[in-house]
């Protein structure tokens, strides 16, 4: 008896051991199959998020770049709708075939496309920018898996030529690369939008999540005249293609507010092919420099006149040359020794009556009335790239004599225009002007700064009406209508060699009109003209008839 019993515990304790055995790789397995479903949630919300992202994308919407317009309303700058055509080289079955259908469509060679659709491990090709939409209508009923279009903007110029050095060009990222539509890029541009959009494995949109709508960019309003524009780069470019000039600038200014009515530069370009002719893309009448030669004399009179030197028929005995420290000026036409009144020393343009007042006035005054008129500082009006000019860098007891006849100082076209504006305006010199608006807030002209009396400039004034009544301006003379200017002929410098270049001149003129109630400064510069070189012959005329259409169109009385 005591046997059996002793084998049923020992049975019984080893069912015992494999039932607990038993209960622990259950337990086990539980925690296995728990630690597994963990895994598996963990992985599955990782895995969603990455099929999410793989199947929504983010496509960016481009702002509406505001118009550029001139003062009337014409339109010189506008965005015009176009598509962009992207592929996703990953996801294309044949990427030869589909760089072939998208060349023949496109008409792109089909080499150098299926290159870059021939990348698998690319995600985005861009095959094709700012094309016109019905292109890419004509891409999407191909049908393509892993080819789509985006909308995107393309800067047009209907106007062409008209004042293209002035308006700039927006790139092939519509953002404004030169001119006016680089300086007010921020207020043209716009802020671009975005929406996320849902896509099939092939990158069809399917439905959009969610999206930001872009800010549309603010218009500009220029003070640019579209018709006295047209008109001055016409006459400018006759003139030039005339005296067979290498280059030549004009501006039309109102002096009362700083506005610049027309600024013409020749050669032209075309706005919509800017990039490809950059030689002649910059904007002359504020980028380029040159001596200005006679006009800069009304500077020397005025000064000397503010500084009560001189009074308008104080006499000089005047020989036909003066020598100034180390350096003999000479007239530009041969003459007796004679008496010249200060009128007539700027009527008649005399060098040596220029320099004598100079010696008058001495270096440092000259160097301030230099500096009042605005001459070696930018004018304000802020567009890219403007020069200061360049004043002596070195100043010797010659300079004395050359600077008041416009030697050895350069200026730009646009700071010879508001000099010309603030005698005009009575003394005060105003802030060139080109944008009248931005976007619905008026741009007000500043309020100018007093430069000189406005007795002095009544003065100066009647002095360069003289000079167009008998003077070296007589070509600007304008039927029923009181006019004032002054002739400019400036030898060139050569850079190379020093000195002045042989045969190489600017003639320039510059002119305002009615006299007697200032309404218009007009300046025309011309770069290297050949068979007449003086400014009364090249210029003059080209400022007379510019100032008789804007007359006209202006509706100026007599």
């Not at 013409?264 to 990039?275: C, E, H, R």
């Not at 000195?499 to 305002?512: D, E």
Request: with cysteine.
């Amino acid at each position: 008896m005591a046997v059996r019993r002793g084998s049923r515990r020992a049975a019984g304790a080893a069912a015992d051991g494999r039932v607990r055995l038993l209960r622990l790789a259950l337990l086990l397995c539980f925690l296995a199959i728990a630690a597994r479903a963990l895994w598996l949630t963990a992985s599955s919300s990782g895995l969603t998020a990455m099929a999410q992202r793989q199947h929504e994308r983010t496509v960016a919407l481009p702002a509406h770049r505001g118009d550029i317009l001139d003062r009337g309303g014409l339109v010189l700058a506008v965005g015009k709708e176009a598509r962009t055509v992207y592929a996703t080289p990953r996801e294309l079955k044949d990427p030869l075939q589909a760089a072939g259908e998208l060349a023949r469509v496109l008409r792109l060679k089909a080499e150098p496309l299926a290159r870059l659709l021939e990348d698998r491990s690319s995600w985005y090709a861009c095959v094709a920018r700012q094309i016109d939409p019905a292109q890419a209508k004509a891409v999407a009923a191909l049908d393509i898996p892993g080819v789509g279009s985006v909308p995107e903007e393309k800067r047009q110029y209907p106007m062409h030529r008209l004042a293209a050095q002035v308006i700039g060009y927006a790139g092939v990222d519509n953002k404004g690369l030169a001119g006016l539509e680089a300086q007010y890029e921020e207020e043209l541009a716009g802020k671009p939008g975005s929406e996320i959009v849902a896509c099939d494995p092939s990158g069809r949109i399917l439905k959009t999540v969610r999206a930001s709508e872009p800010v549309t960019g603010k218009s500009l309003r220029l003070t640019i005249d579209s018709d006295i524009q047209f008109t001055a780069e016409r006459v400018l470019g006759d003139t030039v293609r005339r005296f067979h000039a290498k280059a030549g600038a004009a501006i039309v200014m109102d002096p009362r507010n700083g506005e610049i009515l027309a600024m013409a530069n020749v050669p032209t370009v075309d706005a919509n092919s800017y990039g490809k002719d950059l030689e002649h893309a910059r904007n002359r009448a504020v980028t380029d420099t040159f001596e200005p030669g006679s006009i800069f004399k009304v500077v020397t009179v005025a000064a000397a006149l503010e500084e009560g030197l001189v009074k308008p028929d104080t006499k000089f005995r005047l020989k036909p040359q003066i020598t100034v420290g180390e350096r003999t000026i000479h007239e530009a036409h041969r003459r007796k020794t004679e008496t010249f009144t200060v009128k007539r020393i700027l009527a008649e343009s005399s060098n040596v009556g220029a320099a004598t007042l100079g010696v008058k006035l001495g270096r440092e005054r000259l160097l301030q009335w230099l500096d009042r008129f605005g001459l070696g500082r930018l004018t304000g009006v802020g567009f890219p790239y403007e020069a200061a000019g360049i004043l002596p860098a070195y100043w010797t007891e010659s300079t004395t004599g050359t600077v008041p006849m416009g030697q050895g100082v350069s200026v730009t076209a646009l700071q010879m225009a508001a000099v010309y504006a603030a005698i005009a305006n009575g003394g005060v010199l105003m802030r060139p002007r080109l944008v009248a608006q931005i976007g619905d807030q008026v741009a007000p002209p500043d309020e100018g700064t007093r430069v000189i009396s406005a007795e002095v400039a009544d003065q100066v004034l009647a002095m360069m009406n003289d000079a167009v009544m008998e003077g070296t301006g007589t070509h600007f003379q304008i039927a029923g209508y009181k006019a004032a200017g002054k002739t400019g002929t400036a030898q060139k410098p050569d850079p190379k060699r020093g000195g002045y270049a042989l045969g190489k001149y600017v003639a320039s003129f510059v002119g305002v009109v009615p006299s007697d109630h200032p309404r218009l400064v007009v300046l025309v510069s011309v770069d290297e003209p050949s068979g007449a070189i003086y400014g009364g012959t090249v210029a003059a005329p080209a400022a007379h008839d510019i100032a008789v259409f804007t007359l006209q169109h202006l509706k100026i009385a007599p």
